[in-house]
C-alpha cells in the first residue's frame, strides 16, 4: 500500500499494511493499533536500555523519509481510548536506539493527555497537559538540528512542549505516524488534516 499526504507527494510505509487507510476524498488516515504494542525502552530496564521484557518497539507506524532540510509535520489527532497509554502519535526516528514521540495519550488517571517521549538509547517521559475532548493537534518541527514538539486545541494557538535535538543529527530521518495500545486490546486512531511541508517554523517559543 502507498499512502500519500495531500500536500506533498511522498509515499508512506505501512507497518502492518493491513491497519492503515485513507480517505480519498478528506485525506484522513485512520489505523486500528495492534494489542499490547508500544514504541518505549523502560529507562529502568534491567539491561541498562537493552531489550528486555520492558521494552516493546512493535507498535503500528506509517513513515516516510523526512525532507532533507527544515519541515514541520502535523495533524489533528482524534483517539477512541479503550485502555491506559493508548495513543496516536507523531513519530520522528533515526533508528532503533533514536527517535522521538509526541503523543495524545490515555493517561492512568483516565484522562486524554499530551505526552512526550525522546529516546536517546533509553527512553524518557513527559507529561505536559490534560485534553478535555476527543481531539487534540499536534506538531512536530525540525529547524537546522532542533526539533520542537507543539500541540494545540483548537489549530490556531500552539503550545511548546518541548524543544530537544537528536544525536544522530545528520543521519537520515524517518517522520509519520503510529498507534499504539500496551495495555488494551486495541483502540482507533484518525489523522486528520495531515500535513508533512517543507517550511521553516520561525520562533520555536512562539505561540502562533
Known sequence: MTVYIPTIETP?????????????ASG????????GTDIFTDPGGDDGGQVTSSTLHNAATLLTDAPAGDFQL???????FAGTFDAGVLFVRHDRETWAKLCF??????????????????????NAFTVDGEHVHLRVSRKGTVFA??????????ELIRAFSLPSAHEPLEVGFEAQSPQSEGCDVVFDEPRL?????????DES
Open 12 to 24: 508512506f510505509r505501512p507497518f502492518p499494511d493491513d491497519r492503515w487507510s485513507v480517505d480519498p
Open 28 to 35: 484522513s488516515i485512520r489505523v486500528s493499533s495492534i494489542p
Open 74 to 80: 502535523s495533524a489533528r489527532v482524534r483517539v477512541r
Open 105 to 126: 495519550e490515555f493517561s492512568p488517571r483516565g484522562q486524554g493527555m499530551i505526552v512526550s517521549v525522546v529516546n536517546n538509547r533509553v527512553s524518557d517521559d513527559a
Open 149 to 158: 514538539f507543539h500541540a494545540s486545541l483548537d489549530g490556531e494557538r500552539w
Open 197 to 205: 511541508e517543507e517550511r521553516t517554523i520561525s520562533d520555536f517559543r
